[in-house]
Protein backbone atom coordinates (compact mmCIF):
# COMPACT_ATOMS: atom_id res chain seq x y z
CA UNK A 1 0.00 0.00 0.00
CA UNK A 2 1.03 3.68 -0.52
CA UNK A 3 1.16 5.43 2.56
CA UNK A 4 0.42 8.84 0.70
CA UNK A 5 -2.71 7.31 -0.32
CA UNK A 6 -4.22 6.09 2.45
CA UNK A 7 -2.80 9.25 4.14
CA UNK A 8 -5.39 11.40 1.52
CA UNK A 9 -7.98 8.70 2.50
CA UNK A 10 -7.62 9.44 6.06
CA UNK A 11 -7.88 12.62 5.50
CA UNK A 12 -11.10 12.09 3.65
CA UNK A 13 -12.88 10.32 6.25
CA UNK A 14 -11.50 13.04 9.31
CA UNK A 15 -12.95 15.66 6.92
CA UNK A 16 -16.42 13.68 7.07
CA UNK A 17 -16.56 12.98 10.80
CA UNK A 18 -15.71 16.59 11.79
CA UNK A 19 -18.75 17.60 8.98
CA UNK A 20 -20.65 15.39 11.00
CA UNK A 21 -19.83 17.44 14.25
CA UNK A 22 -16.80 15.12 15.55
CA UNK A 23 -14.26 17.46 17.30
CA UNK A 24 -10.79 17.20 16.38
CA UNK A 25 -9.66 16.28 20.34
CA UNK A 26 -11.80 13.74 20.00
CA UNK A 27 -10.00 12.38 16.82
CA UNK A 28 -7.03 9.69 16.66
CA UNK A 29 -5.17 8.00 13.74
CA UNK A 30 -3.87 4.81 14.08
CA UNK A 31 -1.15 2.81 11.69
CA UNK A 32 0.62 -0.30 11.68
CA UNK A 33 3.90 -0.17 8.85
CA UNK A 34 3.10 1.54 6.32
CA UNK A 35 -0.23 2.32 7.93
CA UNK A 36 2.09 4.19 10.57
CA UNK A 37 3.75 5.55 7.63
CA UNK A 38 0.68 7.26 6.68
CA UNK A 39 -0.51 8.49 9.88
CA UNK A 40 2.75 10.67 9.68
CA UNK A 41 1.64 12.00 6.05
CA UNK A 42 -2.00 12.52 7.11
CA UNK A 43 -0.31 14.76 10.56
CA UNK A 44 1.24 16.38 7.36
CA UNK A 45 -0.93 17.31 4.86
CA UNK A 46 -4.34 17.81 7.57
CA UNK A 47 -2.57 20.07 9.69
CA UNK A 48 -5.09 20.44 12.58
CA UNK A 49 -2.98 20.80 15.73
CA UNK A 50 -5.72 19.40 17.72
CA UNK A 51 -5.50 15.87 15.81
CA UNK A 52 -3.72 12.83 17.57
CA UNK A 53 -1.87 10.38 15.61
CA UNK A 54 -0.12 7.05 16.65
CA UNK A 55 2.28 5.14 14.84
CA UNK A 56 3.43 1.44 15.72
CA UNK A 57 6.82 0.43 14.22
CA UNK A 58 5.92 2.96 11.15
CA UNK A 59 9.08 4.89 11.01
CA UNK A 60 12.31 2.90 9.78
CA UNK A 61 14.41 1.71 6.70
CA UNK A 62 11.48 1.35 3.83
CA UNK A 63 11.82 4.04 0.85
CA UNK A 64 8.46 5.39 1.34
CA UNK A 65 9.10 7.04 5.38
CA UNK A 66 12.69 7.63 4.32
CA UNK A 67 11.22 9.93 1.57
CA UNK A 68 8.57 11.23 3.65
CA UNK A 69 11.00 12.31 6.10
CA UNK A 70 13.17 14.09 4.16
CA UNK A 71 10.41 15.70 1.66
CA UNK A 72 7.02 17.02 3.85
CA UNK A 73 8.12 16.03 7.43
CA UNK A 74 8.32 19.63 8.59
CA UNK A 75 4.47 20.06 7.75
CA UNK A 76 3.32 18.00 10.59
CA UNK A 77 1.26 19.60 13.18
CA UNK A 78 -0.80 17.75 16.07
CA UNK A 79 0.03 15.17 18.40
CA UNK A 80 1.91 12.25 17.63
CA UNK A 81 2.72 9.05 19.91
CA UNK A 82 5.50 6.59 18.21
CA UNK A 83 5.71 2.46 19.54
CA UNK A 84 8.52 0.24 18.20
CA UNK A 85 10.23 -2.59 19.31
CA UNK A 86 13.72 -3.24 20.17
CA UNK A 87 14.50 -6.35 18.45
CA UNK A 88 12.37 -4.83 15.26
CA UNK A 89 14.76 -5.13 12.12
CA UNK A 90 12.15 -3.17 10.38
CA UNK A 91 11.71 0.00 12.58
CA UNK A 92 13.60 2.68 14.10
CA UNK A 93 13.02 5.75 15.89
CA UNK A 94 10.83 9.01 14.05
CA UNK A 95 13.63 11.03 15.09
CA UNK A 96 14.23 12.47 11.63
CA UNK A 97 10.92 13.24 10.96
CA UNK A 98 9.91 14.93 13.95
CA UNK A 99 13.00 16.89 14.36
CA UNK A 100 11.88 18.80 11.42
CA UNK A 101 8.19 19.30 12.51
CA UNK A 102 8.27 22.39 14.77
CA UNK A 103 4.82 22.74 15.04
CA UNK A 104 4.39 18.90 16.42
CA UNK A 105 4.39 17.21 19.74
CA UNK A 106 5.74 14.39 19.52
CA UNK A 107 6.44 11.13 21.77
CA UNK A 108 8.19 7.72 21.23
CA UNK A 109 8.86 5.18 23.23
CA UNK A 110 11.03 2.17 22.84
CA UNK A 111 9.57 -0.80 24.01
CA UNK A 112 11.69 -4.62 24.82
CA UNK A 113 9.88 -7.24 25.25
CA UNK A 114 11.14 -9.60 22.53
CA UNK A 115 8.08 -9.06 20.00
CA UNK A 116 9.55 -7.48 17.60
CA UNK A 117 7.45 -6.09 14.52
CA UNK A 118 5.00 -8.63 14.87
CA UNK A 119 4.05 -7.52 18.18
CA UNK A 120 1.33 -5.09 16.89
CA UNK A 121 -0.45 -6.98 14.81
CA UNK A 122 -2.93 -8.13 17.40
CA UNK A 123 -4.11 -6.45 20.18
CA UNK A 124 -2.21 -6.63 23.45
CA UNK A 125 -2.19 -4.59 26.75
CA UNK A 126 1.48 -4.02 27.08
CA UNK A 127 0.88 -1.68 24.17
CA UNK A 128 -2.70 -0.50 24.34
CA UNK A 129 -1.87 0.83 27.90
CA UNK A 130 0.85 3.06 26.33
CA UNK A 131 -1.85 4.16 23.45
CA UNK A 132 -4.99 4.34 25.76
CA UNK A 133 -2.54 7.01 28.48
CA UNK A 134 -1.30 8.71 25.70
CA UNK A 135 -4.89 9.30 24.47
CA UNK A 136 -6.23 10.27 27.25
CA UNK A 137 -3.74 13.07 28.27
CA UNK A 138 -5.77 15.05 25.81
Not at 30 to 46: E, S
Not at 87 to 114: I, R, V
Request: proline share 5%.
Amino acid sequence: PDPFDLARRAGEQIRKLMAGGVTAPRIAVMGYDVGGTAALVAAARIRDPDLSFVVLAGCGLDERYQRFATQAADQMTGRVLHLWEKTDPQAESCQLAFSKAKALESDEKLLSNGGGHEMFGEPDPFWIELVMAFLDRR
